[in-house]
């Protein structure tokens, strides 16, 4: 450190952080060698000003005086100030600054929660990581910390093992949701997705453009999807029909009904449910897990079926092949447990 860049330790006022390093005080960027050797050596001048203010102030408290008092306020202020730009100086020094990406990158993903993140709010998940500097907002662009996320809409319940769980209402907190949406499925470039959207029947009626414009969001990616799980009105299963046939990665899919008392009045009207077939040609899926809905798929190629619907909602399929009332205890691991035949009618 030169002569020009030290602190006065003769003055009163206490020593200031040089304008070369000040940048690095604001940010996490990692130092150079040179930048290194000044911060050193202000974490030493800081050190020994704090220590010389504490020999001072333990002789104002031995001393006697008028202005005793005032002088030992203006000894506390000027120790609380350098206790603060030494902590920044230390920060400045601290080794995480020059952790590779890679490990960043490793350290953002175990912080993502099982089920992905609620990719809506902006303190969650990848978007909290990527507020905190320049650096970690690269290492936060890692295309697999967006694949997993979660869509709340209002205060539905979600589905967990194949059971509805209710709990307290969580609003999107954006005044821009699509816009935050696009971006997080752009960051996830070409990975497969594995998403979960959960929307009430109220909110679907009172905000259906808003909500059509991010399933309009998410089925442009729809070649992309995976494993994909919906707690939401029949009537959006149904706007989901323009994915039919752009669906070859799916292989997992959970679908909930919000809406049964609809569904049900629908049938006391002898008024045909919602059919939905946006997922009657999905040439890998699998395994599906379906409440209170009613479902157009190829039943040949599943390996796994779970339906804790009402007989009712069976009465629409076609009678190709028929299910009897399955529960999720009639059907073991990845194998094929299925009863032919056609409905009683």
């Not at 998410?218 to 919906?230: G, K, N, T, V, Y």
């Not at 029949?234 to 994915?243: M, P, R």
């Not at 190629?301 to 009402?310: D, I, P």
Request: hydrophobic residues 40%; charged residues 20%; aromatic residues 10%.
């Amino acid at each position: 450190m030169t002569a020009r860049q030290a602190p006065d330790m003769r003055s009163n006022a206490p020593p200031t952080v040089p304008a070369s390093v000040k940048h690095l005080l604001a940010s996490n960027e990692l130092p150079s060698d040179a930048e290194i050797s000044l911060l050193r050596g202000l974490c030493a001048s800081f050190s020994a000003e704090l220590t010389r203010l504490d020999d001072k102030s333990a002789s104002l408290l031995s001393s006697s005086g008028s202005q005793k008092n005032c002088a030992f306020a203006q000894l506390e202020d000027d120790r609380v100030v350098l206790q603060n730009r030494l902590r920044q100086v230390l920060s400045a020094l601290s080794t995480i600054r020059g952790f590779p990406q890679e490990i960043l990158q490793e350290i953002f993903l175990n912080l993502i929660p099982d089920g992905g993140f609620m990719v809506l709010d902006p303190t969650q998940g990848a978007w909290a990581a990527s507020c905190v500097c320049s650096s970690w907002r690269s290492a936060s662009r890692y295309p697999q910390l967006w694949t997993t996320f979660r869509i709340t809409y209002g205060g539905c319940g979600y589905i967990e093992g194949g059971s509805c769980i209710h709990r307290r209402p969580t609003f999107i907190r954006s005044k821009n949701p699509v816009a935050i949406l696009q971006t997080a499925l752009r960051y996830s470039g070409s990975y497969k997705l594995d998403w979960h959207l959960e929307i009430q029947y109220n909110d679907c009626v009172e905000n259906r453009s808003r909500i059509h414009s991010l399933l309009d969001a998410l089925m442009f990616h729809s070649r992309r999807w995976a494993r994909i799980s919906l707690a939401v009105p029949c009537e959006l299963g149904t706007y989901l029909g323009a994915v039919q046939g752009k669906v070859p990665e799916l292989r997992h899919l959970t679908f909930m009904g919000c809406d049964p008392k609809f569904l049900w009045k629908a049938w006391r009207k002898n008024n045909a449910p919602h059919m939905i077939s946006a997922f009657a040609v999905a040439p890998k899926l699998t395994q599906v897990s379906v409440e209170n809905a009613l479902l157009q798929l190829n039943y040949v190629l599943l390996t796994s079926f779970t339906s804790k619907s009402s007989v009712y909602f069976l009465r629409a399929i076609p009678p190709l092949f028929v299910i009897r009332r399955l529960c999720g205890s009639c059907l073991y691991g990845g194998q094929s447990h299925w009863t032919y035949g056609r409905l009683p009618y």
